[in-house]
């Protein structure tokens, strides 16, 4: 048989073209820590920056060693159909695995940016709800590596085609699964911390 011909028979195309693609999930998990099961499916990226942090770096006043508040969160417009957003905070560095800093969804889709010192109840004054975060309380509980690490922290932002039916203080886990199929745009920030 001629190995030209067979190499570029289709079976062979399609085993590349599967290889190819377990290749870019394996890479993109490695990179991101596989934080997140959310499949973006053809999403659309927004930009998202923090004028609170310096230089990529948290100052104390958002982590446990300080006032322990929120940052200040400015994004890019998100796509004209976007009816609500939902933000994800999360340290892939922690020793016990993932951990959830923050949730919050039903975001009005008309904000570009949170205030510090976002209050931390289920339910805010914009209709906003917060979720519960793995210190087992409900909004922001800021970054609190063991002494003697430095953690990133993803600050993930993701634009819906419809505001969420779950109540206030759901998991990360069930605003993950209340967001599948409606991500229309999503937008990251990695800032890191150290003890």
């Not at 599967?18 to 659309?44: E, F, I, N, P, Y």
Request: aromatic share 6%; charged share 20%.
């Amino acid at each position: 048989m001629n190995t030209l011909s067979h190499a570029n028979s289709p079976v062979s195309d399609r085993n590349n073209r599967r290889l190819t693609a377990l290749l870019v999930v394996l890479v993109l998990a490695s990179c991101h820590g596989a934080s997140t099961t959310v499949d973006v499916g053809r999403s659309t990226s927004m930009n998202m920056i923090s004028p609170s942090f310096r230089d990529g770096q948290i100052p104390k006043d958002f982590t446990c060693d300080g006032a322990n508040k929120s940052p200040q969160l400015k994004w890019s417009e998100p796509p004209a159909s976007a009816k609500s957003l939902a933000l994800i905070v999360s340290d892939p560095d922690a020793p016990i695995g993932t951990f959830v800093h923050w949730v919050l969804y039903n975001v009005p889709a008309g904000k570009r940016e949170l205030d510090e010192a976002v209050p931390t109840k289920g339910e805010l004054a914009d209709g906003s709800r917060q979720g519960q975060n793995d210190f087992g309380q409900t909004g922001y509980g800021g970054p609190c590596p063991p002494r003697g690490s430095t953690h990133r922290y993803f600050f993930e932002l993701y634009a819906l085609d419809a505001p969420l039916k779950l109540p206030a203080e759901a998991t990360r886990k069930q605003l993950e699964h209340a967001m599948q199929g409606h991500i229309l745009a999503r937008g990251e920030l990695i800032a890191r911390y150290g003890r």
